[in-house]
């Protein structure tokens, strides 16, 4: 088949849905399918590039932090991709590639697939003074998007649920997005761990907590942050991995905590083809945010061996398994005796690594790559004309 993604989003951005969309078309094209791929560029200048077509934009980071907006014509490269020929049309964000992917689905009279990756009333404090206000902005937006597409693809339950509160009717299917399990199943270097711990001023006999992601306001790691300080002086390190716009709020609230290297330690953005050995400084991956539509980190943990303690979440039903694979906790009492559990049972350790590394194995790129393929299939043999519908 020929496929085209159009997303917001792409590298070098660094987030889950350029994970998710480089993942999709690395496995398509594995099956054999044609796969290209628009997109907004960092600059006002468009180009095609390797099956990529990038077209310019302006950032609007006073809207979401890193978000950028189509600001010039598209015409000769919409009329490119028509000339081409997708078959299916996927789209990953709601916003500027949203339309042109909308017009291509349109004008070739072909299926429009939408995969709904953020739950964005938790992230109304970028856009509205109102929570209230805000809600009601995402439910018409969203039933708006649903109301243009064959069908929409969500990467969880908690995500399919909520559209149906939204009053969504459009057909909902459940996908986890995949990761590229090569990337964690490489052995790592002999000592180092020893050897980067070290570099970052850990000491050796430290339980490492470690937590890797953007650093934004609805990540909620101010919670990591406070749960640590209430460990005193005991040897634990929260390893922050990663960088953000609330990174400076962050090392703020750690001084009025008193907390210092190696109680807390930020590392800020790391390359990512070294994703996985951070995730191995880790014991035990944490993270306290309950505004993840699927939470690719979750799984990249687990699949780098390292078992999770996270807040309860709906995302994570199937996810992490209680006492197989980690823990998920309800408040700080909750998160402080499954730690204490952990810190006890160091004999456990290895087998508790061992079942979240085999757990991960459920959200391979090639099974969703696979799921996706079946589902293209099933819109294309059921989509109606829409010539025929409006004759």
């Known amino acids: 088949m020929k496929i085209l ?3 917001d989003w792409y590298s070098p951005a660094v987030n889950g849905v350029v994970t998710s969309v480089l993942n999709l078309r690395r496995e398509l094209e594995a099956r054999g399918h044609e796969v290209r791929v628009l997109t907004l560029s960092q600059d006002l200048r468009s180009s095609v590039r390797d099956g990529v077509t990038y077209i310019g934009s302006v950032p609007v980071g006073l809207v979401y932090p890193g978000a950028r907006l189509r600001a010039v014509l598209a015409g000769r490269y919409v009329r490119e991709l028509v000339e081409w020929g997708p078959e299916v049309v996927h789209s990953q964000c709601e916003f500027s590639t949203f339309f042109l992917a909308r017009r291509i689905a349109e004008e070739l ?32 937006l969203t039933r708006w998007v649903a109301g243009q597409t064959d069908c929409m ?37 002999p000592g180092c761990r020893e050897a980067m711990l070290q570099s ?25 942050l406070r749960f640590r300080a209430a460990l005193g002086d005991q040897g634990v390190t ?12 962050l090392e703020q609230l750690a001084a009025e905590l008193g907390l210092e290297p190696p109680a807390v330690v930020f590392t800020g953005m790391v390359p990512p083809e070294q994703v996985a050995d951070w995730y191995r400084l880790g014991d035990l991956f ?8 699927q939470g690719l980190t979750y799984v990249e943990a687990l699949a780098a061996g390292v078992p999770a303690l996270c807040r309860t979440d709906d995302c994570l039903t199937g996810v992490i398994r209680e006492g197989e694979n980690g823990w998920q906790y309800r408040d700080e009492r909750d998160f402080m005796n499954k730690l204490d559990w952990f810190r006890r ?3 456990h350790w290895a087998e508790l690594g061992r079942q979240a590394a085999a757990s991960a194995v459920d959200f391979s790129a090639e099974t969703f790559a696979a799921r996706l393929e079946a589902i293209y299939r099933d819109r294309v043999a059921r989509h109606t004309p829409r010539r025929e519908v409006s004759a």
Do not use: C, M, W
């Open 238 to 249: 929260l390893l922050i991995v990663g960088d953000g716009p609330h990174r400076p709020r």
């Open 153 to 189: 693809i969500a990467p969880t339950g908690k995500v399919r649920s909520l559209l149906e509160e939204y009053g969504v009717t459009a057909p909902v299917f459940v996908v986890p997005s995949g990761i590229d399990l090569r990337r964690f199943r490489q052995e790592a270097v």
């Open 5 to 7: 993604i159009t997303t």
């Open 200 to 224: 970052l001023g850990i000491p050796a006999g430290n339980l490492v907590l470690v937590s890797l992601g953007r650093l934004a306001e609805e990540k909620n790691l101010e919670e990591l």
């Open 345 to 347: 049972h160091p004999d």
């Open 109 to 140: 009279d072909v299926p429009l697939v939408h995969t709904y990756h953020t739950v964005y009333e938790d992230y109304t404090h970028y856009f509205s003074p109102s929570v209230r206000l805000g809600r009601r902005a995402v439910e018409t």
């Open 286 to 293: 944490v993270s306290a945010s309950s505004s993840e539509t």
